[in-house]
Nanobody, 116 residues
Framework: EVQLVESGGGLVQPGGSLRLSCAAS????????MSWVRQAPGKGLEWVSA??????RYADAVKGRFTISKSNAESTVWLQMNSLSPEDTAVYYC???????????WGRGTQVTVSS
C-alpha cells in the first residue's frame, strides 16, 4: 500500500521555524520526484518546492526561506521552513511523481498555522 505520511506541522509565531517530514512507503522512492504543495484557507493548491535526483526548486514565495531535502535510505523528504509569516498558513501536502510512467501520490497533509 502506497503511503505518504506528513508530520511536523503546528502553530508557530511569525518569524519562527518548522520542519515538515514526509515518510514514504509502498513504492520505489528513488524513482520519484518529491514535492511539497500547500493550500491556504479558501485558496487553491500552490506548489512550494520539489526535489528530483538531488536537484531542488522553489516557488518564488518561499525561495531563501524554505529548504527541501531527502534521504533515500529513509524514504523521507523534509521541508525546513524558516522566517515563517502568516501568509505561509496552509495545509502542506507531500506529493510523489514518478519519473517514468504513471504514479502520482499524495499524502493527507499537515496543518501549518503562523499566528501570534
Amino acid at each position: 500500500e502506497v503511503q505518504l505520511v506528513e508530520s511536523g506541522g503546528g502553530l508557530v509565531q511569525p518569524g519562527g521555524s518548522l520542519r515538515l517530514s514526509c515518510a514514504a512507503s509502498g513504492f520505489t522512492f528513488t524513482g520519484y520526484a518529491m514535492s511539497w504543495v500547500r493550500q491556504a484557507p479558501g485558496k487553491g493548491l500552490e506548489w512550494v518546492s520539489a526535489i528530483n535526483s538531488g536537484a531542488t526548486r522553489y516557488a518564488d514565495a518561499v525561495k531563501g526561506r524554505f529548504t527541501i531535502s531527502k534521504s533515500n535510505a529513509e524514504s523521507t523528504v523534509w521541508l525546513q521552513m524558516n522566517s515563517l509569516s502568516p501568509e505561509d498558513t496552509a495545509v502542506y501536502y507531500c506529493q510523489a511523481t514518478a519519473r517514468m510512467g504513471p504514479g502520482n501520490y499524495w499524502g493527507r497533509g499537515t496543518q501549518v498555522t503562523v499566528s501570534s
